[in-house]
Every structure is written in C-alpha cells, then in structure tokens.
C-alpha cells in the first residue's frame, strides 16, 4: 500500500524557515496536503498542492512538491514561536481507493 | 461558519462501559470519517461514510467498536465493551465530495479506560 513517511523531529530558531519534508512511494497522488496539529487540539488545513503543481505560496508557507522524487515539503518563512505544533503531510493516491494516507508527523519546536 | 463538532471532549470511564462519541459534521459535506490517535500507531482512519452509507469499515478494531450515522447531521462511534487499550483521541472529519477535497477535523475526543 501507499507509505508516506516524516522525519520525526525539527528544532529551529525563531526567524529562521522551517523546512519540513515528506517522501511517498505511490506515484499516481492526486492531491497533497499539509496539516497543523497544536498540542490537544485537531488538524487543521494549511495549504494544499494539486499533483499537476510544482510549487504553491501562502503568505508565509510554501510547498514545494517534486513528483520525479515523490517528494513533498513545507517551509515556513520567518518561523515563529506559534509555529510549534506537529505538521502532517497526508495525499489521495489512486491506489489508495478514496482514504487519505497521513504521514507520521514532524514535531516542529520553535526555540527563542 | 462552525466547523465540525465532536463531543464530548474529554471522557474517562471504567474498562467494561459502554462508550460513545459523538461527532456533527460541517454542513453540505457528505463524506465523514472516524479516525483514532495514539503514540504507538499515529492516526488511523476507522470508518467513513458517504451520504449516511458507511462506505469501508475496514479500520474498525473490533467487533465492539461500531458506527452509525442516522441523518446528514450526525454520527456516533461506539465501544462496548470498552477496554484500557481503547485509550486514545478519536477524531471526527468531514468533506464536501471525494477526488480530493480536504477533511476538516473537529478537536476530538480524548478517551481513557481505566
């Protein structure tokens, strides 16, 4: 079946980018998802990327999504201390009937 | 526009009860899923339904786990019995069609069995 896999962890300085990255192994994604998970609250929507798009900005994030690589990844500009939350990439495949397949999470800590 | 709403938030019972949690989707979406949070296993989907019709219950542990959604409104997920591994956040989502249109998720209910 379809994998989607995160590192675990990133530690960033505040005003630094974030880069968070997600690599998947079925190749026919549709769409491709980013979500913001805060601590005892659900996931909210960030931003999404169609599988025809190479790149997608909003304000502050840009996804960036290398279909040759199966690779996917998120950087925040000019992180800041609300930033820290667990971040999700989560895809339709074809494969995958019509579930949406998540990865394990980045927990991103932002640090003064 | 209110988003989808899962009570109750918190729940904490004795291993044996009957659980059940409840979830109202957001208006005019027509698909809505039960997923289940822990450390060990991440987010697992459960269930989905497509217009009221439960579509794969393929996630569904158990036989004690079960799910209904008697109106456009409104679902339920059940466990009973409920045991100390049904420990978890158990979150309800919803979205308008299918072919990709993103799932809003409500805060969840975070459930311990004793």
């Known amino acids: 079946g379809e994998d989607v896999e995160q590192s675990l962890f990133l530690s960033v300085r505040e005003g630094d980018s974030s880069v968070i990255n997600c690599t998947y192994t079925?190749?026919?994604?549709?769409?491709l998802y980013w979500y913001k998970q805060e601590p005892g609250a659900g996931l909210q929507l960030l931003t999404y990327?169609?599988?025809?798009?190479d790149m997608k900005q909003d304000q502050r994030l840009t996804v960036l999504l290398n279909k040759k690589d199966k690779h996917l990844s998120l950087r925040i500009a000019d992180t800041q201390t609300g930033d820290s939350a667990i971040y999700f990439c989560?895809?339709?495949?074809?494969?995958?009937?019509?579930?949406?397949?998540f990865g394990t999470g980045t927990q991103l800590k932002v640090e003064l | 526009d209110a988003g989808v709403i899962q009570s109750p938030r918190h729940e904490v019972t004795e291993m044996g009860q009957e659980v059940t949690l409840r979830c109202k989707p957001i208006?005019?979406?027509?698909?809505l899923f039960w997923y289940r949070q822990t450390m060990m296993r991440g987010l697992e989907l459960l269930i989905y339904?497509?217009?009221?019709?439960?579509?794969?219950d393929s996630g569904m542990p158990e036989d004690r786990f079960s799910a209904k959604m008697p109106n456009a409104s409104f679902s339920t997920l059940k466990i009973q019995p409920s045991e100390p591994r049904d420990s978890a956040v158990y979150f309800c989502?919803?979205?308008?069609?299918?072919?990709?249109?993103?799932?809003?998720f409500g805060d969840g209910t975070r459930l311990s069995i004793l």
């Open positions: 989502a919803s979205s308008f069609r299918q072919g990709g249109q993103p799932q809003h």
């Open positions: 079925d190749s026919s994604s549709t769409y």
């Open positions: 989560a895809g339709f495949f074809t494969g995958g009937g019509n579930k949406l397949t």
């Open positions: 990327i169609f599988s025809n798009m």
């Open positions: 339904f497509n217009n009221n019709v439960p579509i794969d």
């Open positions: 208006s005019g979406h027509d698909y």
